[in-house]
């Protein structure tokens, strides 16, 4: 009888022991689920905070290059030893545009390194020109979009508003929605950094979505 009192003895023991264990257990697991909850919120934090900081970073490259325009089919070499005259000429014989004080350039550069001797088919490197004043881009730009096809020497040339690689890329999203517009005939902005807007049977519509974009105007040729 003892025995059987002894072996009972050692199983509440045992069982106590075990219990005691389990819950240990279960607290070290509930701690461990804290602190990857923990974790998680600070991961999920951290991945907001970067994201603001890549916009307000996307927001000050582009507010360093508000003054600059992008040329683009201008043959590598065409400028010779001097590039600012070449684009002097450019502007001057493209678009009228007199260069003077208002037009000063501050600087200017090809993109990317010059090849070694470039082919006659090759694809011509970009030309980006600062301007001193702001408003002498915008009459450059605008100048360029009052003529729907630009003939220089030979080479079709085109300007844009020079954006940093991520907004281009933004706002190249918007190409397929660009071409709807433009086959209906529907005026349009795409304001910074890639914000399009446009009015459909007096209605004004905003998207920063490429395929929200598209459906008011997909919706109105079906009818």
Same mark, same amino acid.
């Given at each position: 009888m003892t025995t059987v009192k002894g072996g009972i003895e050692s199983l509440k023991e045992a069982g106590n022991s075990l219990g005691a264990r389990v819950d240990e257990t279960e607290t070290r697991i509930s701690r461990?689920?804290?602190?990857?909850a923990k974790a998680s919120s600070i991961s999920k934090n951290l991945k907001i905070q970067n994201q603001r900081l890549q916009e307000k970073?996307?927001?000050?490259?582009?507010?360093?290059?508000?003054?600059?325009?992008?040329?683009?089919?201008i043959r590598d070499g065409t400028e010779?030893?001097?590039?600012e005259d070449c684009v002097k000429h450019l502007l001057s014989e493209a678009l009228d545009i007199e260069m003077g004080d208002y037009y000063e350039i501050?600087?200017?550069?090809r993109v990317g390194p010059a090849p070694?001797?470039?082919? *006659?088919?090759? %694809?011509?490197?970009?030309? =980006?020109?600062?301007f001193l004043p702001d408003k002498a881009k915008?009459?450059?730009? *605008?100048?360029? %979009?009052?003529?729907?096809? =630009?003939?220089?020497?030979?080479?079709?040339?085109?300007?844009?508003q020079d954006y940093a690689q991520e907004v281009q890329e933004k706002r190249r999203k918007f190409d397929a929605?660009?071409?709807?517009?433009?086959?209906?005939?529907?005026?349009?902005?795409l304001r910074f950094p890639a914000v399009m807007t446009f009015s459909v049977d007096n209605q004004y519509h905003q998207f920063s979505n490429p395929a929200e974009a598209k459906r008011p105007i997909s919706m109105r040729r079906n009818h």
């Open positions: 461990l689920e804290d602190e990857e970073v996307t927001v000050l490259e582009g507010f360093s290059q508000r003054q600059n325009i992008r040329i683009s089919g010779g030893r001097n590039l501050d600087r200017i550069h070694p001797k470039p082919a *006659a088919d090759s %694809r011509p490197r970009h030309i =980006i020109v600062r915008m009459s450059v730009l *605008a100048g360029a %979009r009052k003529k729907k096809q =630009i003939i220089w020497k030979g080479m079709r040339v085109r300007f844009f929605a660009r071409r709807l517009l433009q086959q209906c005939n529907i005026g349009y902005s």
